[in-house]
């Protein structure tokens, strides 16, 4: 069974780093690209970034595209998030997301998908 699962979230303080990770098994998702999610408390689940299929390509949302970024490692399955200088607006829950298509699309229709989410919490 195709899943994918996220893992990395914690507590920080604000300025701190994090970085998440997902781990995708049950076929190859080398050919497709991957996306970020997060949903905060009361708020509509939102687009954060996405790799294409290669890692050539990435993508972020403007509020965090200085502060975070995207790789992916197709040999072990994984995508990584790395989030830098984090601030408490950053806290949500995170999810992973693996896209129909090779190329990145923000929309959470283009994702079939979808791991179980990992908590940030940035401390203020």
């Known amino acids: 069974q195709a899943q994918v699962q996220e893992s990395g979230g914690g507590l920080v303080q604000a300025g701190d780093s994090l970085r998440l990770s997902c781990v995708a098994s049950g076929r190859t998702f080398s050919n497709v690209a991957m996306g970020w999610f997060r949903q905060a408390p009361a708020k509509e689940r939102e687009f954060v970034g996405g790799?294409?299929?290669?890692?050539?390509?990435?993508y972020f949302m403007d509020s965090v595209k200085d502060r975070f970024t995207i790789s992916r490692d197709n040999a072990k399955n994984t995508v990584y998030l790395q989030m830098d200088n984090l601030k408490p607006e950053d806290t949500a829950i995170y999810y992973c997301a693996a896209s129909a298509y090779s190329y990145i699309v923000s929309l959470r229709t283009a994702y079939n998908y979808w791991g179980q989410g990992t908590q940030v919490t940035v401390s203020s």
């Open positions: 790799v294409n299929w290669n890692g050539k390509n990435t």
